[in-house]
């Protein structure tokens, strides 16, 4: 079974995370987003695999997001993506892709959702 998961070892949540994957026998890919960004084509599709609107995946506590206003409601879906490429700290975590597409690791047990 092929898992990845979107990891910031800082964040309580997503060492959480990885941990329950590797307790339950799953050595997941762990990209540290951080430090290698996923593109905004990759972030299109997480935001796809996960069902959810792009909002949802945003990080507002910790990241620019007060800072860039995105808030507001005039940005839109592409716009957002935009900007979660060119700052990846707006990337909430973790998330978790596996077999049944992409999840928001909050709270952490929905990571099993998509195994």
């Known amino acids: 079974m092929s898992v990845t998961i979107y990891h910031n070892p800082r964040c309580s949540k997503s060492r959480q995370a990885l941990e329950l994957l590797?307790?339950?026998g799953i050595e997941p890919k762990v990209v540290e987003y951080l430090k290698?960004?996923?593109s905004r084509d990759e972030l299109a599709e997480i935001v796809k695999a996960t069902g959810e609107p792009v909002r949802a995946?945003?990080?507002k506590q910790g990241s620019?997001?007060?800072e860039l206003d995105l808030d507001n409601e005039k940005w839109s879906d592409d716009q957002l993506l935009d900007f979660m490429a060119e700052h990846p700290a707006l990337l909430n975590r973790p998330v978790?892709?596996?077999p049944k597409g992409a999840v928001l690791?909050?709270?952490t047990e929905r990571i099993f959702d998509v195994l």
């Open 105 to 107: 690791g909050r709270p």
């Open 96 to 98: 978790v892709v596996g």
């Open 36 to 38: 290698a960004p996923p």
């Open 22 to 24: 590797r307790e339950k």
């Open 57 to 59: 995946l945003l990080r």
């Open 64 to 66: 620019p997001y007060d």
